[in-house]
């Protein structure tokens, strides 16, 4: 554990030097005049633009020249700036007295986007435990690439690695590829889903193991509410392709709400189901946790 932990320091520490600073792009409006911001989202007939003095803008493409001093629809135009992002999410509690408890959830992700390429890292590690018994611990790293062969089509390759006392899983990897499309993604709404295959290797503590190739099903959808407030949601879905009832979801939903500029307040429920848990284990895990969320 004392190798895991130095592993999360050292991916903690790369969550904050990551910038939040995007790589600004000037438009230039048939009228003459030049709008310096980011192009977050390209449809057949509008440009949805972040500009650095005026917010979101939906633009009309008839009224565009040029963008970085080409027209709009040449090859060297791409659906992404190389632009930076992330989150990092706090909750912690501690009770003494007649019943001692501590808890503490750390959840971190990066994603930076570069021409067709979107990259995502995350991690997530959790502690709990009673009366000063051995915490139950839970953590997982993992990191994907999304390549956008089409505006709204990408393909993405990803893996991750971690352990879940609860569920009873000594170290777990998985390697997985996907076919996806991405509806709409802008400072307001983003919408994708994606399906494809998923490897899994599971150790678990009575020293069984457990290696599956399944069918794999996953959205994310995030929406901007009044006063900057934002509602989130994703879930996953495997099916064993060599057993068809074996199969296990994973859902979240959730709520930021903001407290100064960046940080918020953030209320999330996962759960969990798995239809043949390890032996000792239940199908079912849910988790309401309230605690603090900084983004950039």
Do not use: C
Not at 159 to 185: E, K, P, T
Not at 204 to 220: H, I, N
Not at 257 to 281: H, I, M, R, S
Request: net charge negative; charged share 20%; aromatic share 12%.
């Amino acid at each position: 554990m004392q190798h895991m932990s130095s592993t999360i320091r050292s991916f903690f520490g790369l969550l904050l030097l990551s910038s939040s600073a995007a790589i600004a792009d000037q438009l230039a409006l048939t009228n003459g005049d030049v709008i310096n911001g980011t192009m977050q989202e390209k449809t057949e007939d509008q440009v949805l633009w972040l500009s650095d003095n005026f917010g979101l803008l939906a633009i009309d493409k008839a009224r565009i020249a040029t963008l970085n001093g080409a027209t709009l629809d040449a090859p060297t135009t791409v659906l992404f700036s190389n632009t930076y992002h992330g989150d990092l999410s706090f909750t912690g509690g501690y009770s003494s007295g007649n019943i001692k408890r501590e808890d503490w959830d750390l959840d971190g992700d990066v994603e930076w986007r570069h021409g067709d390429f979107r990259h995502s890292s995350e991690i997530n590690f959790e502690s709990h435990s009673l009366d000063d018994s051995r915490p139950a611990e839970q953590y997982d790293l993992g990191y994907s690439v999304d390549w956008f062969f089409q505006d709204k089509w990408f393909w993405s390759n990803a893996l991750s690695w971690g352990a879940n006392d609860d569920r009873s899983i000594d170290q777990f990897y998985s390697v997985g590829s996907a076919i996806g499309r991405q509806f709409w993604d802008s400072e307001i709404t983003s919408l994708s889903a994606e399906t494809g295959l998923l490897w899994i290797s599971e150790d678990l503590k009575d020293q069984t193991s457990d290696r599956r190739l399944t069918w794999s099903w996953a959205a994310d959808y995030r929406r901007m509410l009044g006063n900057n407030m934002e509602i989130f949601h994703r879930h996953g879905l495997l099916v064993a392709l060599t057993d068809m009832s074996d199969s296990e979801l994973n859902a979240d939903i959730g709520l930021k709400v903001p407290v100064v500029a960046n940080l918020f307040t953030e209320l999330k429920l996962e759960w969990t189901y798995d239809n043949q848990p390890p032996l000792g284990t239940r199908s079912s895990d849910s988790q309401l946790t309230i605690g603090v969320n900084y983004s950039w």
